[in-house]
């Protein structure tokens, strides 16, 4: 992945945490335990992912 800023002075510090969007999530989703449904800066949901797995 490459990450971008807007402002190039900004560099990434031990704790921060970045907002993944993958272009395709079909593609990605069986690399995840689980799904976490966000709403506000919330964890409202927990969703496992079932298709998980060899061959998925």
């Known amino acids: 992945s490459c990450v971008y800023y807007k ?3 900004k560099k990434l510090n031990l704790g921060d945490q970045l907002e993944i969007v ?3 999530a079909t593609l990605v ?3 995840h335990d689980v ?6 800066g919330v964890i409202e ?6 298709g998980r ?4």
């Open 22 to 24: 993958p272009n395709n």
């Open 29 to 31: 989703i069986n690399l």
């Open 45 to 50: 949901m927990v969703m496992p992912v079932t």
């Open 35 to 40: 799904l976490y449904g966000v709403r506000n």
């Open 53 to 56: 797995g060899k061959g998925n």
């Open 7 to 9: 402002t190039p002075q």
